[in-house]
């Protein structure tokens, strides 16, 4: 059974904060609120919860392309090789916001990913998920939780996702209505910006 944890964006309560960060350094999995759709997330370096968010996803842990949710840019270099002031200006024009930026990866990226030449960084416009990922001293995983409803992509309702993931998650933060739009994924591993995925995010920051 999930706890459903009510935060409010506005004013994320301590406490409530605190309780989640605990559920991630136990390796537990969580559903949160970002600036678009609700994703489903654990702590980039622990294995056992990759794996799980893997098996509720029902693809490979090796070939599962999710992205790191980090509470500024300033936490880019733990992550990311060096990049050009061009490709840095973009990051600062768009960041916070409801972008998944592809960036070429550096040698410190956590095992599980160790193979992986990109990755792809999100800071959202949400102060919920980047006050967690701030409490929990590294980046979660971010991927969105999709419906099988063919007509309804996304569940935007946390009531709802939590009647649905109860018993496959270990908490799922009430951070109100989600969006039903994803990110704007841009591909910036090589320099020349490549839109990916036209989603919320405006195309003007390029």
Same mark, same amino acid.
């Given at each position: 059974?999930?706890?459903?944890?009510?935060?409010?964006?506005?004013?994320?309560?301590?406490?409530?904060?605190?309780?989640?960060?605990?559920?991630?350094?136990?390796?537990?999995?969580?559903?949160?609120?970002t600036d678009?759709?609700?994703?489903?997330g654990c702590?980039?370096?622990?294995?056992?919860?990759?794996?799980?968010?893997?098996?509720?996803?029902?693809?490979?842990?090796?070939?599962?392309?999710?992205?790191?949710?980090?509470?500024?840019?300033?936490?880019?270099?733990?992550?990311?090789?060096?990049?050009?002031?061009?490709?840095?200006?973009?990051?600062?024009?768009?960041?916070?916001?409801?972008?998944?930026?592809?960036?070429?990866?550096?040698?410190?990226?956590?095992?599980?990913?160790?193979?992986?030449?990109?990755?792809?960084?999100?800071?959202? *416009? %949400? +102060?919920?998920?980047?006050? !967690?990922?701030?409490?929990?001293?590294?980046? #979660?995983? @971010? &991927?969105? $939780?999709?419906?099988?409803?063919?007509?309804?992509?996304?569940?935007?309702?946390?009531?709802?996702?939590?009647?649905?993931? *109860? %018993? +496959?998650?270990?908490?799922? !933060?009430?951070?109100?209505y989600g969006?039903? #739009?994803? @990110? &704007?994924? $841009?591909?910036?591993?090589?320099?020349?910006?490549?839109?990916?995925?036209?989603?919320?995010?405006?195309?003007?920051?390029?």
């Open positions: 059974m999930a706890e459903f944890i009510k935060i409010y964006e506005e004013n994320p309560n301590p406490k409530e904060i605190k309780r989640v960060v605990q559920v991630l350094q136990k390796g537990g999995v969580i559903i949160y609120p678009t759709v609700y994703g489903l702590d980039i370096t622990n294995s056992r919860a990759l794996e799980r968010i893997a098996r509720i996803k029902g693809v490979k842990l090796s070939k599962a392309n999710w992205s790191f949710v980090c509470p500024s840019l300033s936490n880019l270099s733990d992550y990311v090789r060096q990049i050009d002031t061009a490709t840095f200006k973009i990051l600062k024009r768009a960041l916070p916001g409801p972008y998944t930026f592809i960036l070429p990866g550096n040698n410190n990226l956590p095992k599980d990913f160790k193979k992986k030449k990109t990755v792809g960084i999100r800071i959202p *416009d %949400n +102060l919920i998920a980047r006050t !967690i990922v701030e409490e929990l001293g590294n980046p #979660i995983v @971010s &991927t969105s $939780i999709r419906d099988d409803d063919e007509l309804l992509e996304y569940t935007t309702d946390p009531e709802l996702i939590h009647e649905k993931w *109860d %018993n +496959l998650v270990d908490v799922v !933060i009430d951070g109100g969006d039903n #739009i994803a @990110s &704007t994924i $841009i591909d910036l591993s090589d320099g020349e910006p490549t839109v990916i995925r036209e989603g919320k995010g405006n195309l003007d920051i390029l």
